[in-house]
């Protein structure tokens, strides 16, 4: 075995508790961004409204909006990167048709449509829709494109597993002080293309990443980004703890921006940047803090996933108990999160020692959970 290979093999065996971490942190922010949703004046027919608005909530969405799921695809890429290195295509493709594929085809039938279901008769108490269930994946949606990029580069699994070793270019690259941000152009390039599209209507279509050919695009790019640059191993944590100061000053800088613009009219190619550099300073700050073992996140990288695929329902039935109440909006906010949360961890202990349901909430084996 040459060194580079026993390099390679000893450093993935260690597994990168920043990276749970992150994965926990931006699951729950979409929770709480999901919520926010009920709280501004501007909440689309797919959200049930508090009785009194709260749009101060909007600045947090937008804060969040430009890399709330383009740092989940790519934190996938590189979770798929590392189950890469230790199975086979076929062995990997079936591990990710069990923990990704059965979740998202049971929670179409049931958590998704659910949430519409609730939807719906919220409005029709208003008088304004019909009650409807339909099969519905929702919240739930990423998880399709998530195994549609995984599908894809297994289908390349050779010609992947030469970018996907340590490249002395990249390498290199990543060791200059600001080589890291050649990273950001496929991802820039995607958002200029954007604004010559006839489809093109403006930032909100950018941040609009469900069902548009556009998050597909992004997501491909962003799962990719994560394959690649993980696999330069030390060099890109270096990298990463090296820029992130930086990377927190564009961002700032670039938000700031959309904000004195009212987040209208903002090219595709700058809301692009400011993902990217969030993304790498969230990426970074973790890298330096968040990289260490610990019983909490032993539980909570367990927790989340199931807490993410049911916490939406929850949130329906809560807002149609509670939304009418006449308290201060900012209070109601935390306290049906912190409802939203607590239920869906109850619910998480009721499944998780139940092997028939494990696999329904991506759950692995117990006897291979650790």
């Not at 920043?18 to 027919?45: G, K, N, Q, T």
């Not at 900012?330 to 999160?337: A, R």
């Not at 619910?347 to 291979?368: E, Q």
Request: hydrophobic residues 50%.
């Amino acid at each position: 075995m040459n060194e580079n290979k026993k390099e390679s093999l000893t450093y993935y065996k260690d597994r990168r508790h920043d990276i749970d971490s992150l994965r926990v942190i931006a699951m729950f922010l979409l929770i709480a961004y999901h919520l926010a949703w009920s709280f501004v004046s501007w909440s689309p027919y797919w959200f049930i409204p508090n009785i009194k608005s709260f749009d101060y909530l909007g600045f947090f969405m937008e804060l969040i909006n430009t890399w709330r799921i383009p740092i989940l695809f790519l934190i996938s890429g590189i979770a798929f990167r590392y189950s890469f290195e230790n199975r086979k295509p076929k062995a990997l493709l079936i591990e990710r048709l069990k923990v990704i594929g059965i979740p998202y085809i049971f929670g179409i039938f049931t958590f998704g449509s659910v949430s519409l279901l609730l939807v719906s008769y919220f409005w029709n108490t208003k008088g304004e829709s019909e009650i409807f269930w339909i099969p519905e994946d929702g919240h739930l949606w990423f998880l399709f494109n998530i195994l549609l990029y995984s599908f894809i580069y297994l289908l390349f699994a050779r010609k992947i597993s030469l970018f996907s070793k340590k490249n002395r270019f990249i390498s290199n690259l990543l060791k200059n002080r600001f080589g890291i941000f050649l990273f950001a152009l496929p991802i820039v390039l995607e958002g200029y293309l954007l604004e010559s599209l006839p489809i093109w209507y403006g930032y909100n279509f950018y941040i609009t990443y469900m069902d548009t050919l556009h998050g597909l695009i992004l997501g491909f790019l962003w799962f990719g980004i994560g394959i690649i640059l993980v696999s330069q191993e030390k060099d890109f944590w270096t990298a990463l703890k090296n820029n992130w100061r930086f990377n927190l000053i564009l961002g700032m800088i670039l938000y700031i921006n959309r904000l004195l613009n009212e987040f209208q009219d903002i090219h595709g190619a700058l809301v692009a940047f400011e993902s990217f550099n969030f993304i790498f300073f969230l990426l970074g700050l973790s890298a330096i803090y968040l990289n260490k073992s610990s019983s909490q996140l032993d539980y909570y990288k367990q927790a989340i996933f199931p807490v993410y695929i049911v916490h939406l329902p929850i949130q329906h039935v809560l807002m149609i108990w509670l939304g009418g109440w006449a308290i201060n909006p900012i209070i109601k906010y935390f306290l049906i999160l912190f409802l939203i949360c607590f239920i869906s961890l109850t619910f998480y202990h009721s499944i998780k020692n139940f092997k028939i349901l494990r696999p329904l909430f991506g759950l692995r084996n117990l006897a291979k959970n650790k």
